[in-house]
């Protein structure tokens, strides 16, 4: 039996966040671009130092990144729209991540069903690739030098570059031929450097329709194989399905499967495996913070070992989903602590599984994991409350007094195109120093207070002397539309420096759902009270949803995700009837991660939406019929699950729409949705403050979609991000705009009745 351990990528944001530090102070000016390369290079470098120290033997190398791996791709083969062809280097990278003054950036949207987000390539009838490996190739050197033949270049199959890619007036074999010679070249010049084995990452193969692009993938691979170099086809995150028979049969020498996601078990057991190549068993979860079951994964290797006597140990996916370094936590209660696996710790779990595998006593270590298990089932009990409440769930829990139809006319009335905002705004410095100095207990909970609500009066100000119609407070006193709740509910905890990349330099710290969540106190209605209290116009309460806190938490692996749902529903519900009684006519529960976590197969898709459009209506069905609730939504394509999003039930739902060019809000259109529809009419991940004249005509576009009395206006996601002198100056356009335009439809009304 050959046993050898390998990693599928790792962490690239640095230990203490060096690369975000590094790479908003180069957007600041204040850093040359040559020292954050270096940056970058210091962090690259000392996660391959750490690989290797700990035993692992076949290292994936070239996944780092200054933004995002597919933008990197689509760079190195000259996929450059032609919007950014006028810049060049980093000015051009960061233009198409980013955009610039009447340049829209590529396109956001998440990586499979993660919450990292990739950009989105664009490939046009103009754009002709052409290859400049020169940064991946340095990348290698370097790795080679570091680490010889451990060294393992990761590089994405342009078959999954390509599906998705956004392709416009461009065949898909036709760009595919152009690209896979560039891809031949690649890897000759690998060869020519001493590389051996190579990572192909094609997670496309797990979706159901990539069975269609069967010839393709045999013509990529048997080309792709011909160069001589040891080819490792990488999958991650569900299984093959129905590709498996014939995805054996690919000319490679590896093929690496997830063993923690989907049934790729059932489907070695149904077809085996071939024995002329190396089986990648990811039997670690490389998208979740729990350590190993030994017994359980240690009896799931036996079973594959007996189909295989090639075989590499290794986590699922890439560990850029979890953490560095669990041992940095040391507020985290300890029978917790002694349970949780990241980065680091996940590679030792990986060799001491190829060593039990080689024969090795590794029984005292093992052991030891299982007796932390134990531990920490004493510390965290079954909560019979919340269960009981489960048990007592009716169909009427899930369900609106009235219909839509019925309750809106008994809803607040607002003008035309009623203009507001997603909810957050900017979270300075001075506001980011408060927070830490009540961390830290350098002032007193009152001055927090005291602090917060300066930040709430001076949001509430601006907003009215903008001119919006409908306020929030702000979310000053949240780090994050997750945590912030989490931290108020029982059966969640929170790390210090557990930080995971979103996108870009956006980075979250996903809590941990340990236990049972319980609500046991208000958790936003004084905030709500005190800026309702300031102004005439309503203030909308500002809730996450259920669905979200669970797709962007690290959840329980021992119950169901349903059950975990309709726990967080259940005090979602509580904080809404109590801003209810608190006298919110507007409550705003957010589900951005909604459609995130839609299983990757398309059969699987009706368990999870039944399920999480209950979560949402459990979590706000309760209201009268006269208060308004609203969602949110963005960065996902929603045209193939509008009905279930419709079934939400919710009065308004504000979407992400400028990115997209409009696409969004076409689907949304096509699929007859009945209620209120935010427009999203200017990206905020973007810097570039938007003209009048570019709003005016997004809205003239929105009325020309959907009918005018289902259009909200919005930008199209919370301003957390951006600076006052970006926000401000945008929301004034947003406004003058909008005011353009209902004027444009008075007199247009005025003439018809002439």
Not at 122 to 138: C, L
Not at 323 to 335: C, G, M
């Amino acid at each position: 039996m050959s046993i050898i351990t390998a990693t599928l990528g790792y962490p690239r944001i640095g230990k203490r966040r060096e690369v975000k530090k590094a790479l908003e102070s180069f957007w600041r000016n204040e850093l040359p671009s040559e020292e954050l390369l270096q940056i970058v290079q210091e962090v690259e470098e000392a996660s391959w130092t750490k690989q290797a120290e700990t035993g692992i033997e076949q290292i994936g190398i070239g996944d780092a990144t200054l933004y995002d791996q597919i933008l990197d791709w689509s760079v190195r083969l000259g996929l450059i729209p032609a919007r950014f062809q006028q810049f060049s280097g980093k000015e051009r990278y960061f233009a198409m991540a980013r955009g610039k003054d009447g340049v829209p950036a590529l396109e956001m949207t998440k990586w499979f069903d993660t919450n990292y987000h990739y950009l989105v390539p664009e490939i046009t009838a103009d754009i002709t690739p052409i290859a400049d490996f020169s940064d991946f190739i340095g990348i290698v050197k370097r790795g080679l030098t570091q680490l010889g033949e451990k060294a393992v270049p990761i590089i994405i199959s342009p078959l999954t570059l390509l599906q998705l890619s956004r392709l416009e007036g461009v065949n898909f074999e036709d760009i595919l031929n152009q690209l896979l010679p560039l891809y031949c070249e690649l890897l000759q010049e690998l060869k020519a450097l001493g590389v051996k084995t190579v990572q192909i990452h094609d997670p496309i193969l797990v979706l159901s329709h990539s069975s269609q692009l069967k010839a393709h993938f045999q013509k990529v691979y048997t080309e792709l194989g011909q160069t001589g170099l040891n080819i490792n086809l990488v999958t991650y995150f569900d299984d093959l399905g129905d590709n498996y028979p014939w995805v054996m049969e690919l000319p490679v020498n590896t093929i690496s499967l997830d063993f923690t996601r989907g049934n790729n078990l059932n489907l070695l057991q149904k077809y085996g495996f071939p024995s002329d190549k190396i089986l990648g068993a990811g039997v670690i979860d490389g998208r979740n913070i729990w350590r190993i079951r030994p017994q359980s994964v240690i009896s799931l290797l036996e079973i594959i070992q007996t189909f295989t006597n090639k075989l590499s140990v290794q986590p699922s996916s890439s560990l850029q989903f979890v953490p560095y370094d669990a041992a940095l936590e040391v507020k985290l209660p300890e029978p917790l602590h002694n349970v949780l696996s990241f980065a680091e710790q996940k590679l030792e779990e990986v060799v001491i599984l190829g060593k039990t595998l080689t024969g090795e006593n590794t029984q005292t270590e093992l052991a030891l994991i299982e007796q932390k298990w134990d531990e920490f089932a004493q510390f965290s009990p079954v909560n019979q409350g919340i269960k009981t409440k489960l048990e007592k769930l009716t169909p009427g829990d899930f369900q609106r007094s009235l219909s839509y139809t019925s309750r809106i006319a008994q809803q607040i009335s607002l003008p035309p195109l009623p203009t507001t905002t997603i909810g957050s705004f900017p979270q300075t410095s001075e506001v980011r120093k408060l927070r830490s100095q009540y961390k830290r207990g350098d002032i007193s909970p009152e001055d927090y207070q005291k602090a917060m609500e300066a930040e709430i009066a001076k949001c509430i100000k601006i907003q009215e002397e903008i001119g919006l119609d409908v306020l929030v407070h702000g979310e000053f006193e949240r780090t994050d539309m997750v945590e912030y709740f989490g931290q108020q509910l029982d059966g969640f905890a929170f790390t210090q420096q557990g930080w995971v990349q979103s996108y870009g330099s956006r980075y979250v710290r996903p809590p941990i759902i340990f236990g049972d969540v319980v609500r046991t106190a208000p958790m936003t209605v004084q905030e709500y009270q005190f800026a309702q209290s300031l102004t005439e116009k309503p203030v909308k309460g500002m809730l996450t949803g259920p669905v979200t806190i669970l797709n962007w938490s690290f959840p329980r692996s021992d119950i169901s995700r349903q059950e975990q749902a309709y726990q967080i529903a259940i005090a979602i519900q509580e904080e809404v009837t109590d801003l209810e009684k608190a006298g919110a006519k507007m409550i705003q529960v957010d589900e951005p991660a909604f459609r995130e976590g839609l299983p990757l197969k398309q059969e699987k898709w009706s368990d999870y939406l039944s399920w999480a459009v209950d979560a949402f209506r459990l979590a706000t069905a309760s209201v009268q019929p006269q208060t308004q609730i609203h969602t949110h939504m963005c960065y996902s394509e929603f045209g193939d699950i509008i009905q279930d999003i419709e079934r939400l039930d919710a009065d308004v739902i504000s979407i992400e729409n400028s990115r997209s060019n409009n696409r969004t809000l076409e689907e949304v259109a096509e699929g007859g949705y009945s209620h209120q529809i935010g427009n999203g009419v200017y990206d905020i991940h973007s810097p570039v403050i938007p003209t009048v004249e570019q709003l005016t005509q997004q809205l003239k576009t929105g009325i020309s979609t959907l009918p005018l009395e289902q259009i909200w206006v919005n930008p199209d996601c919370g301003l957390k991000t951006r600076r006052w002198e970006e926000v401000i100056p945008s929301l004034k356009n947003m406004v003058e705009a909008t005011r353009k335009v209902r004027e444009e439809i008075d007199l247009s009304t005025h003439h018809q009745n002439l």
